[in-house]
Nanobody, 129 residues
Framework: QVQLVESGGGSVQAGGSLRISCVASGYTYSRLCMAWFRQAPEKEREAVAGIYTDANSTYYSDSVKGRFTISRDNAKNTVYLQMNNLKPEDTAMYYC??????????????????????WGQGTQVTVSS
């Protein structure tokens, strides 16, 4: 069993920055592929960024590419999402997700919420104009 706990959300003005974190426990963190998703009110959950086990491969949605950076520290069992140049449309609940991807290529599936079994409770990010 894997437990995920997010932190670091908050309110920021447009153009500002925020870093959110997700700590994993309960299993060998280094074997987990990790991702961030977000969901705004009355909208579907969407993928934001994903990172492979060894951090050599990272993936981003077009809407955040160039502004957000996903990283991980396997020694701390933590994945981060550094968000720069935030926009009001980035306002959402941000969720951490994890799974092992033993049988399917991560690169082709990282953005699919159905590919992840483990989820955190979310951390709210609000960007004001």
């Amino acid at each position: 069993q894997v437990q995920l706990v997010e932190s670091g959300g908050g309110s920021v003005q447009a153009g500002g920055s925020l870093r959110i974190s997700c700590v994993a426990s309960g299993y060998t963190y280094s074997r987990l592929c990790m991702a961030w998703f977000r969901q705004a009110p009355e909208k579907e959950r969407e993928a934001v960024a994903g990172i492979y086990t060894d951090a050599n491969s990272t993936y981003y949605s077009d809407s955040v590419k160039g502004r957000f950076t996903i990283s991980r520290d396997n020694a701390k069992n933590t994945v981060y999402l550094q968000m720069n140049n935030l926009k009001p449309e980035d306002t959402a609940m941000y969720y951490c997700a994890a799974d092992f991807f033993y049988y399917i290529p991560y690169g082709g599936s990282w953005y699919k919420s159905t590919a992840y079994y483990y989820w955190g409770q979310g951390t709210q990010v609000t960007v004001s104009s």
